[in-house]
């Protein structure tokens, strides 16, 4: 009989503690003292001061996590990817720039479904460190959370280009990326059927990108085609079938994107704990009061379940079984618990929680955008809600 005790199927392998651990010397020795030298509120590093950590990363193994080996990166599974973005994440800019933006080189994932000469051009200076981020565009302002059936941003072939017309909103990178992947309607509307996947590059004639001010430094862009041309050959894949090469982005996306809140989560509630041990409140310690201990077990309790839902995605995953469902779950639960925690570890620090001097209120403010980004939580429960019915 199987020893299920002995195997520890809640236990990372020792491969992945190890990766786990380089990752968190890499933040303790090169992005905190880069971070360090930021100024209260500055939203990244510097071009120079980026790539010079990158190089650090690189060096480091760090890069390229998701690409897989034959096209030169690091080829990890999903579980890898997760625990690097908890790790990464536990730095001042790591809600959206992941080690302060030093693990890149990953292109967007559907660059692999294309012809070698886009992955050549395309995908190939990003995975070398020749090319900053590429952006993904599918919202909308007609709906982002229902992008088969509201995608309006339409792509007539037009000989050997197609000409793009419409806009697209809320897109991330978009700012410094060289180039993206749009998602276009080229077939009948409503129909996820009709909707085809171009590499569009910035300097387009007819392509306008504009910052999108929010409640961050980071602003994400609209961008808007007024009669883009676009050469046919930057279409990946058949026309009518770009949804289906996003499915698997959009469904390991999700796994990866909730491992993040869950790293912020965790080093707001060890600063917190630290503060607790130490702050003197009506004659006592404020780690001994009761509401204060229970406040932070329910943190506690709801990180390590949505962790271990994370854990379970991603797993089925690297399995190449079904996990939308699981994602759904592991993406929900991991920005509802993080932001749940970060209120609860700025309501135990009082005035200081909400001081520029911690990183607290920022990473509040960012993780309010988490429960959106890759799909709101009200979209992941009605993906669970379906998968109960189907």
Not at 93 to 110: E, K
Not at 204 to 209: F, H, N, Q, V
Not at 235 to 249: K, N
Request: aromatic share 8%; glycine share 10%; hydrophobic share 45%.
């Amino acid at each position: 009989m199987t020893d299920f005790a002995a195997i520890g199927g809640w236990e990372l392998p020792a491969e992945l503690e190890m990766l786990r651990d380089t990752v968190r010397r890499f933040i303790a020795d090169e992005v905190a003292p880069a971070e360090a030298a930021l100024e209260i509120g500055q939203a990244k590093l510097d071009s120079a001061q980026q790539t010079a950590l990158q190089e650090k990363a690189r060096a480091a193994g760090l890069w390229a996590l998701a690409t897989p080996e034959r096209f030169g990166g690091a080829g990890m599974g999903v579980l890898a990817q997760v625990v690097v973005a908890e790790e990464a994440a536990k730095c001042r800019l790591g809600a959206f720039f992941p080690a302060a933006g030093a693990i890149a080189g990953d292109p967007p994932s559907v660059i692999f479904h294309g012809t070698p000469d886009q992955f050549e051009r395309y995908g190939r200076p990003i995975v070398e460190g020749r090319m900053p981020k590429a952006f993904t565009a599918i919202s909308e302002a007609a709906g982002g959370s229902d992008p088969a059936r509201a995608i309006e941003c339409r792509a007539e072939r037009d000989g050997d280009h197609y000409v793009l017309n419409g806009s697209k909103t809320w897109i991330t990178h978009a700012d410094r990326a060289k180039w993206g992947v749009v998602y276009a309607r080229t077939g009948e509307p409503g129909r996820r059927e009709g909707i085809s996947c171009f590499i569009v590059e910035t300097d387009t004639p007819g392509l306008t990108r504009t910052p999108i001010p929010v409640l961050i430094a980071n602003s994400p862009n609209e961008l808007h085609f007024d009669n883009a041309r676009i050469p046919a050959a930057n279409r990946i894949g058949e026309e009518g079938a770009g949804f289906a090469l996003a499915d698997e982005f959009l469904t390991r996306g999700r796994i990866t994107y909730g491992a993040g809140p869950i790293g912020i989560a965790e080093e707001a509630l060890r600063l917190t704990i630290e503060w607790a041990k130490e702050r003197r409140v009506f004659g006592g310690l404020l780690a001994d009061k009761q509401g204060a201990q229970w406040m932070l077990a329910d943190c506690r309790i709801a990180l390590d379940a949505a962790r271990l839902l994370t854990y379970r995605a991603a797993w089925k995953a690297d399995r190449g079984e079904p996990a939308r469902a699981e994602a759904a779950m592991a993406k929900w639960s991991a920005t509802e618990a993080a932001f749940n925690t970060l209120d609860t570890c700025i309501q135990l620090f009082g005035g200081m929680g909400v001081s520029c001097e911690l990183p607290l209120e920022r990473w509040f403010r960012e993780l309010r955008i988490k429960r959106l980004g890759e799909g709101a939580t009200e979209i992941q429960r009605m993906i669970v809600a379906r998968a109960l019915f189907a």
